[in-house]
């Protein structure tokens, strides 16, 4: 009935979430709320890693991308569930360090660490630098010395998987900012200086085609070429390298139209090819990663808000304006993003208008969705958008002194805090005068 699965509707035709009535928590913890389904999150974390021990024999480990939705909670379920972590900043390591996370499951990327940013992993133990570029290896190579440590590496690599008849924000290509080129060579110069390093060690590769992915092809591809390069390295430095590290980015659901692939479909089709591929090329297998953010965050997330002016110009637009925007989810505003809404006090109601739900900030891209089929919907209605899990909080701003709301978790029938909603001292806390 809804694009997520954990959703569905009450006696009272109330949404409900985890067991818990959306429309009960709205007025117990207010609007706008984020609301995790903690099951949910759980659950996704688990398809990836059941699917790893199923199709390649346990021999990998699944990465939660933090950046998806990086908070102490969804940490330290990650890590309860299994999974390593990956993190792209010095913040998203603090906040892994917080939530105790071993070390030796976090993988740090980013295509400019800064030098205190390497510093700081390296003092703390980081299990592994998902390496950009020259000036990074130089730096890291330099600071693992002072530390008096070997630094575990794998370098990110472009495939250069030929994605132009996917629609999808590439980074697999030649012309992105992200890591080193297969074909101008700059992948295997960069592995050969390394292995003159002293401080560093290549134990592995890496390669992220891209997000909100719905075909398998091009993992498999990439994956293909990633064993040619391993199988290169081999034959030409010497070097075995013991990981292949196949990034995220598998697509979701976020309205009716989108048509997701079972995630363990792609461990699937990804493992034969490695297999198949280690052979030919007289390789080891290698360790897999994986690095899953979205399809485990987006799912579990919905969005409360309440409804305030409805504004309907005839012959126009119907806008209806709710008390959060693109300072919580600014998806809209950055990729014309879709969704889907649900009136949560009238859920099962029949869509009988064309309306547009805006935010409540000053600008006129401020918008959740556009020409959205919705009930009639009143004043004081609470309006809850779906699958909001993923590079919403984690994304969002405090744009026109907007705090920004809180988090609850919910699973099964119970919910709590685990984001407190900011408020005006937070909004001035690092104002000076
Ligand atoms: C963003 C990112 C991911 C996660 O992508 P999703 O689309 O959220 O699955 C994984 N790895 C890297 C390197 C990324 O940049």
Redesign the pocket.
């Known amino acids: 009935m809804f694009v997520s699965e954990n959703l569905s509707v009450n006696e009272k035709n109330h949404l409900v979430i985890g067991k818990n009535d959306a429309v009960e928590l709205a007025k117990e913890f207010g609007t706008p709320l984020y609301v995790l389904d903690e099951d949910l999150f759980r659950k996704n974390c688990r398809v990836y890693k059941n699917a790893m021990d199923k199709y390649y024999g346990g021999n990998g480990l699944v990465l939660y991308?933090n950046?998806?939705l990086c908070t102490l909670f969804t940490c330290r379920a990650a890590m309860e569930e299994g999974l390593g972590v990956?993190v792209?900043s010095g913040g998203e390591l603090y906040t892994a360090i917080k939530a105790g996370f071993p070390m030796d499951k976090v993988y740090f990327?980013g295509n400019n660490k800064t030098a205190d940013e390497i510093d700081f992993a390296v003092k703390n133990g980081v299990g592994c630098f998902?390496v950009d570029n020259v000036y990074e290896l130089e730096t890291l190579n330099e600071t693992a010395k002072k530390y008096g440590v070997v630094q575990n590496i794998m370098f990110r690599i472009k495939p250069g998987v030929d994605a132009h008849t996917h629609s999808f924000i590439r980074?697999g290509q030649i012309d992105s900012k992200f890591g080193v080129a297969l074909e101008n060579g700059e992948a295997f110069e960069i592995t050969e200086k390394a292995c003159k390093m002293s401080n560093v060690k290549v134990v592995g590769v890496h390669c992220?085609i891209g997000?909100?992915i719905f075909d398998i092809e091009p993992f498999k591809e990439a994956a293909d070429i990633m064993m040619n390069f391993i199988g290169d390295v081999k034959d030409k430095l010497g070097l075995e390298i013991e990981q292949l590290n196949l990034?995220?980015?598998?697509g979701i659901m976020y309205t009716e139209n989108d048509d997701p692939v079972p995630y363990d479909e792609y461990i699937k089709h990804v493992s034969e090819v490695v297999k198949a591929a280690a052979e030919k090329r007289n390789v080891k297998l290698p360790f897999i990663l994986m690095?899953?953010?979205?399809?485990i965050a987006a799912p579990a997330g919905v969005t409360l808000y309440t409804v305030g002016g409805v504004k309907d110009i005839k012959n126009v637009r119907k806008y209806i304006s709710v008390d959060g925007g693109m300072g919580d989810n600014p998806r809209y505003i950055l990729y014309q993003s879709e969704y889907e809404a649900v009136v949560a006090n009238n859920a099962s109601a029949a869509r009988t208008e064309k309306v547009t739900i805006a935010g409540k900030c000053c600008e006129s891209g401020d918008i959740l969705l556009n020409d959205a089929m919705m009930p009639e919907i009143h004043v004081g209605d609470t309006l809850a958008v779906l699958a909001t899990g993923?590079y919403n909080y984690s994304m969002a701003s405090n744009y026109n002194r907007i705090p920004r709301p809180a988090m609850v978790a919910v699973s099964d029938g119970s919910a709590r805090v685990i984001v407190k909603r900011e408020s005006y001292d937070d909004l001035i806390k690092n104002d000076v005068l």
């Open positions: 991308a950046k998806a990956d792209v990327h998902i980074t992220h997000s909100q990034g995220g980015g598998y690095e899953p953010g979205r399809s993923a």
